[in-house]
């Protein structure tokens, strides 16, 4: 078990905010596909996150952990306020003339019709059964959230390469309380889904569906962004030969440092407080622009309540 494991963190929303007005649309300088591999992103996030709060909403009522209750509803504020936020760099790339309606249409259907309230398709399962699949593939999707989050809060070649200062602070704000919270879904429902071996056998499949829709979903939004890329007019096409480059000078995440998050999810031992540094995580946050401003907001809103 990790020496973390036991540290009790507070998980508490920061209501930052982020000025995208000087944020060139290849926030990466000369790297347009480093730049929209990360930005698939914001494509899955504002309707995922938004759905991880509707689903956890649902699955209130089964917590009956006081310490758990506490952190899901840390988790839910946090989740929302990523949604918004990223929600806001669409509406940036709208106004370079990057549309990402065609594509993004096709994530809200996935997040708010095949995986709502009721099982897709007319599938029968049994009373309560569909949340509790939800739950797991919440917590699947958060063990990859946790590696990416950890990740670009030690990408220094991002630093190196004059990424945009402020996608980074964007970036590493969100990657550090997804590190933060690694353990909220994996709790949740570890919590919630019943007895082994079902609960541990709905845990391992939902992350063999998981997996490989999400690999889809970003080699699909990356092809998109790069073609409907207005400066680059159709000059360049997504690649495993470009992403590999990409990956090589150290700005984007390792394949190995991806597919090696799945079988530590197998082990039934298994919990994600293993996953990156919770203090790197606090450090960050503790120093993030955007973080600070939000904690400054805060601070001047109490003082102004005292007097």
């Not at 730049?35 to 009956?64: D, M, S």
């Not at 509790?132 to 958060?142: G, S």
């Not at 998981?210 to 680059?232: E, F, K, M, N, S």
Request: some cysteine; aromatic content about 10%.
């Amino acid at each position: 078990m990790s020496a973390e494991r036991d540290e009790r963190h507070p998980i508490v929303p920061r209501r930052v905010s982020f000025d995208w007005r000087e944020t060139p649309l290849h926030w990466i300088p000369d790297e347009p596909t480093a730049t929209h591999v990360i930005n698939v992103l914001h494509l899955l996030l504002p309707a995922g996150e938004r759905w991880f709060v509707k689903v956890f909403k649902e699955g209130l009522p089964l917590v009956t952990d006081v310490r758990l209750l506490k952190d899901v509803k840390g988790f839910m504020g946090q989740e929302a306020t990523h949604s918004v936020q990223h929600s806001y760099v669409l509406n940036h790339l709208a106004e370079q003339r990057l549309d990402t309606d065609a594509y993004t249409r096709h994530v809200n259907f996935l997040f708010e019709r095949l995986l709502g309230e009721e099982p897709p398709w007319g599938i029968p399962f049994p009373a309560g059964k569909w949340l509790l699949y939800r739950l797991a593939f919440i917590a699947a999707i958060e063990q990859f959230t946790a590696v990416l989050g950890d990740w670009v809060l030690r990408a220094e070649a991002l630093d190196r390469a004059g990424a945009d200062e402020v996608m980074l602070d964007l970036l590493r704000w969100h990657g550090a309380e997804e590190v933060e919270h690694r353990a909220v879904a994996f709790d949740m429902y570890q919590h919630c889904g019943g007895s082994d071996p079902a609960r541990y056998a709905r845990r391992i499949g939902t992350m063999c569906v998981t997996a490989p829709v999400l690999l889809w979903l970003w080699a699909w939004g990356a092809a998109y962004l790069i073609r409907h890329d207005p400066q680059l007019a159709g000059r360049l096409r997504y690649s495993l030969r470009e992403h590999n480059k990409a990956v090589d000078k150290g700005l984007l995440p390792t394949w190995r440092e991806l597919g090696s998050a799945i079988p530590r999810y197998f082990r039934r031992s298994y919990h994600p407080s293993q996953e990156g540094s919770l203090r790197k995580a606090v450090d960050y946050l503790a120093t993030s622009p955007a973080a600070r401003a939000a904690a400054g907001a805060v601070g001047r809103a109490a003082l102004g309540r005292r007097e």
